[in-house]
């Protein structure tokens, strides 16, 4: 079994489900808590390689949802402190596996990523 280490809110229906289907797909899934991680700048950004800072944004954050906070008047360098101080504002879940890491949730880049393994 290839292990992903899965960054999640307790709780929450959907990375629940997105844990199970990992499971499924025959991964060892290891979750962490994303609200209780200190992450420096520098892994959060290992974590968006390939995505802009504004898509790493949960859009179902309060602060968000509430309109607080507009992602598109607020430079990426103040979201991404934003995201340190406020890790509910990571859009989930972060997944590890090994030296890969990707932001939500997409299980064709991960499968892809599996069938290379075993290749």
């Keep these: 079994m290839i292990p992903i280490l899965f960054y999640e809110k307790p709780g929450c229906v959907n990375n629940t489900k997105q844990k199970k289907r990992l499971i499924d797909f025959g991964f060892n899934v290891i979750s962490t808590n994303l609200l209780k991680t200190n992450f420096s700048k520098e892994q959060l950004l290992n974590f968006f390689a390939d995505m802009s800072i504004k898509d ?3 859009p179902n954050a309060p ?5 607080q906070l507009d992602i598109e008047k607020t430079s990426e360098e103040d979201l991404l402190n934003l995201m340190i101080s406020n890790p ?9 596996i090994g030296s ?3 932001c939500g949730f997409d299980l064709n880049k991960i499968l ?3 069938l290379k393994e075993i290749r």
């Design 100 to 102: 890969n890491k990707f």
């Design 88 to 96: 509910i504002l990571i859009k989930r879940p972060l997944i590890a």
């Design 56 to 58: 790493c944004i949960n």
């Design 112 to 114: 892809d990523f599996k």
């Design 63 to 67: 602060i968000v949802k509430n309109k």
